[in-house]
């Protein structure tokens, strides 16, 4: 068997990072277990592999993170870190947020999210060229948490702004952990309390008034404490992530224009073309693991103690999965990508990217049936949780 010792893939290198498919082919054939000696971790690229291994949360945990540099770190995660738990605890905490985190409620938020867009797009209309990040992809997703925690929309840029600079990944190298400071933030604090103060019918009002049965069997409501990691994990999870989904609807379009074109005639067909994009180019390319106990791939032993990353931006790529891979077709009827991940931690803010990501489709192609990007002057980033555009200027007519 090949060992892949010959092949060197750097989760770091940010050159690598603009084009990380003709390596993840590699991979897949050459590495399916490849080994980093740099920076000591397992790797595994197959869709098979990826399947099988993102739900057996007893062989590779979520406990210590599921970033390798939160792995490395050794940090001990603050309960209720719910993205970073095993069950019994991880059962008691998703339970609770998706009795809040409802269909119905994000349902509701579609003519809000519609409106935003439409306030955003509008006035670009006849400008020649815009950045599509910096109108909707830095803004939307923050705002969009916003609605969905009840928080007055006068108030949203600057919980935007707070939340931001708390939560922002920077590109390229490793992330900077500094702790539980990359945890918490306190942006949310101040509303939390004056929520308390003036419930109403949204997200956090439920969350706050919630009774459940913790793990020691108590039947409680969540501590102000708990209640701030939890928002806190929900905007950190669903902003960054959300943003680069919709530069890549910019990007990829703009390479697809046959396809553009059919959507713009066929708008029912943008769904699957959002389904299409989030398997294409992922936003985020890795979930890692931490290895409890000795696992075998390809024949070979990954020792427990170790940290594993599955390559979703790989297995969503593989042939054994889907018929010519790196073609984008919104025809394809996509089936299973793994790009929000699989089993008990299977993202749970899917439903809302989704629906982000549809309507800022159909509001962008209403008004601009064709673009350009003006390539010269575009920035592709990756951090250690997202890979996508940074800016991205559209030259519209
Ligand atoms: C395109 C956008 C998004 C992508 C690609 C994405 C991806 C993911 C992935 C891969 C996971 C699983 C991580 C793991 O297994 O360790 C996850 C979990 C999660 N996501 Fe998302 N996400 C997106 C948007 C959102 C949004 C909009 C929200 C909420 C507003 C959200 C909230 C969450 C939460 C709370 C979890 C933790 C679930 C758990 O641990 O049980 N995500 N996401």
New binding site residues.
């Given amino acids: 068997m090949e060992t892949g010792d010959e092949i060197y893939w750097d989760p770091y290198d940010a050159k690598l990072a603009q084009d990380p498919y003709p390596i993840y082919r590699r991979l897949r054939e050459e590495a399916p277990l490849y080994y980093n000696e740099k920076y000591d971790f397992y790797a595994v690229s197959r869709f098979a592999d990826c399947e099988r291994g ?1 739900p057996d949360w007893k062989a590779f945990s ?1 406990s210590r993170g ?1 970033i390798l540099e939160i792995i490395q770190s050794g940090f001990e995660i603050p309960s209720g870190t ?4 095993d069950p019994p605890v ?1 059962d008691i ?2 339970r609770l ?1 998706s009795r809040v ?1 409802t269909p119905r409620r994000i349902g509701m938020l579609e003519p809000q999210v519609r409106r935003f867009c439409t306030d955003v797009l509008d006035p670009l209309v006849g400008a020649g060229r815009f950045d599509l990040i910096e109108a909707v992809g830095a803004e939307m ?1 923050m705002r ?2 916003g609605m ?1 925690l009840g928080i007055p929309e006068a108030d949203q840029p600057a919980i935007r702004d707070m939340a931001d600079d708390a939560l922002r990944t920077e590109d390229g190298g490793k992330m900077d952990f500094k702790g539980s400071e990359n945890l918490t933030s306190d942006a949310f604090g101040e509303y939390i309390d004056w929520r308390r103060e003036h419930p109403s019918n949204d997200l956090m009002t439920d969350l706050l008034n919630a009774e459940f049965e913790d793990e020691h069997g108590e039947i409680r409501r969540l501590t102000r404490d708990e209640v701030l990691t ?1 928002v806190t ?3 950190a ?3 960054e ?2 943003g ?2 919709i530069g890549w609807i910019g990007a990829v379009l703009a390479r697809h224009p046959d396809q553009r074109r059919e959507l713009v005639e066929n708008p029912s067909l943008v769904p699957a073309a959002i389904e299409e994009i ?1 398997r294409y180019e ?3 390319h890795s ?3 931490y290895v409890n106990e000795d696992a075998e791939f390809h024949g070979r032993t990954v020792p427990a103690g170790s940290a594993l990353l599955f390559i ?1 931006g790989s297995a969503n790529r593989d042939p054994r999965r889907h018929a010519e891979p790196d073609r984008f077709d919104v025809h394809r009827g996509t089936g299973q990508q ?13 439903a ?3 629906l ?2 549809r309507v800022a489709m159909e509001e962008i192609l209403k008004r601009f049936p064709t673009w350009e990007v003006d390539w010269d002057d575009a920035k592709l980033g990756q951090t250690s949780t ?1 890979r996508g555009w940074e800016t991205l200027p559209l030259l519209i007519d």
């Fill in positions: 993102l979520s599921d719910l993205i970073f738990e991880h905490h998703r947020l985190f997703p969009v948490i969905l939890y994990v929900v905007a999870a669903g902003n992530t959300t680069r989904l989030l992922p936003t985020g979930i890692a693991r979703v793994l790009t929000f991940g699989l089993g008990g931690h299977y993202c749970l803010g899917a809302l990217a989704r982000e990501g997202v």
